[in-house]
């Protein structure tokens, strides 16, 4: 039984290692595409701006609130990772529990987003 449970929490031990990697990734792509958002919000606003259209302003803020919308779940993902590197270096079980929880709120916030497209 003890060898089953040890084979289970080192099977665990693997998959979050490889959650964690794939979440890094997700976190960076999120923050570069995030930066690329507001980018292209304040070129369109400067194009607006040039062509003395009040769309540029009105563009810029649409932009922004992507930007914020699409920031927020990536957050939340960032505090998986960190939580469960954290926790897959040191065996800190609450380190464990507080990256789970990052997990779950980045969840809840795409099912949210979701139902709002759909």
């Not at 009040?54 to 920031?71: D, E, K, Q, R």
């Not at 380190?95 to 759909?118: D, H, P």
Request: aromatic fraction near 8%; charged fraction near 15%.
């Amino acid at each position: 039984m003890e060898a089953q449970n040890q084979s289970f929490v080192e099977s665990a031990r693997e998959v979050l290692a490889a959650n964690v990697r794939w979440g890094r990734y997700l976190v960076m792509m999120g923050y570069v595409l995030t930066a690329l958002v507001v980018v292209v919000g304040l070129v369109s606003m400067l194009i607006g701006v040039a062509a003395s259209s009040a769309v540029g302003s009105i563009t810029l803020v649409l932009y922004l609130a992507v930007a914020a919308l699409y920031y927020m779940p990536i957050e939340r993902l960032n505090r998986f990772v960190k939580g469960c590197s954290m926790a897959l270096e040191t065996g800190d079980e609450r380190a464990l529990m507080e990256g789970l929880y990052g997990l779950s709120r980045a969840m809840r916030m795409l099912v949210i987003y979701t139902v709002v497209v759909l």
